[in-house]
C-alpha cells in the first residue's frame, strides 16, 4: 500500500540536543511539507520541498532543519534553538506543490521534552 | 499565507443527525479543501472544492462555498459515530493554509 511513514511515533528530547524525525513516502509525489500542530492552534508550515535538493522556509522554521536529498525522504531536525518543541508534527506529501493538490499525511510524531 | 479559519466549535451532536460546520477565510482562493483528523492521527483529505464551484458532493459530504462571503460549509449527513473527528478546511492559493479545526462528536 502507498502511504508516508513517520518515525517514531513518540519522541523524547533533552536539554541542549537534537533531534531528527523521519518521513518516507512511496507514493511518488514530488512535494513534501512539514507541520506543527499544537493544541487549538491548526496546522502551521514549518518546511516544504516542492522536488529533490530543493527546500523553502515556512512560517515558522525558525529552529528546524531539513533535507531533500531523495525523492522518499523527507527528514525534520529539531535543533537545540527550538525552545519550545513539545508538539504533534505532522508530514504531508501531494503529487506537486500547487494549493489545488490534496495532500496526504502521515500519522504524525509526538514530541516531548524531557 | 491565507488562512482557513473555522467557526471554534465543539459540536456534539447524536447518531443519525446531521453535523455543519463552517470556515471562512479572508484572501482570493484557487480551491478549498477539508480534511478529518481522528485523534491522534494524520490528516486525511476529504473533498475539494474549486473556486469557480458553488456546491460539491461525496457520499454524505455536502460542500458549499461562497467566494462573495470567502465562506465555505461542510454538512455530514446522518452522522454516525465513526464520524468523531476533528474536521479542518484548507485554503489553496499558493500553497495550503490550514484553520484551526473544529470538533465533532457524535455519540452512539
Known amino acids: 500500500d502507498g502511504g508516508i511513514t513517520q518515525s517514531p511515533k513518540y519522541l523524547f528530547r533533552k536539554e541542549g540536543q537534537n533531534v531528527t524525525l523521519s518521513c518516507e513516502q512511496n507514493l511518488n509525489h514530488d512535494a513534501m511539507y512539514w507541520y506543527r500542530q499544537d493544541p487549538g492552534q491548526g496546522l502551521r508550515l514549518i518546511y516544504y520541498s516542492q522536488i529533490v535538493n530543493d527546500f523553502q522556509k515556512g512560517d515558522i522554521a525558525e529552529g528546524y532543519s531539513v533535507s531533500r536529498e531523495k525523492k522518499e525522504s523527507f527528514p525534520l531536525t529539531v535543533t537545540s534553538a527550538q525552545k519550545n518543541p513539545t508538539a504533534f508534527y505532522l508530514c504531508a506529501s501531494s503529487i506537486l506543490w500547487q494549493g489545488n493538490q490534496p495532500q496526504h499525511f502521515g500519522d504524525g510524531t509526538r514530541l516531548s521534552i524531557l | 499565507s491565507q488562512q482557513g479559519e473555522e467557526d471554534p466549535q465543539a459540536l456534539s451532536i447524536q447518531e443519525g443527525e446531521n453535523a455543519t460546520m463552517n470556515c471562512s477565510y479572508k484572501t482570493s482562493i484557487n480551491n478549498l479543501q477539508w480534511y478529518r483528523q481522528n485523534s491522534g492521527r494524520g490528516l486525511v483529505h476529504l473533498i475539494l472544492?474549486?473556486?469557480?464551484?458553488r456546491e460539491k458532493h461525496s457520499g454524505r459530504l455536502r460542500v458549499t462555498l461562497d467566494t462573495s462571503k470567502k465562506s465555505s460549509s461542510l454538512l455530514i449527513t446522518a452522522s454516525r459515530a465513526a464520524d468523531t473527528a476533528s474536521y479542518f478546511c484548507a485554503t489553496g492559493g499558493d500553497g495550503l493554509a490550514f484553520g484551526k479545526g473544529n470538533q465533532v462528536v457524535v455519540i452512539p
Open positions: 472544492i474549486r473556486s469557480n464551484e
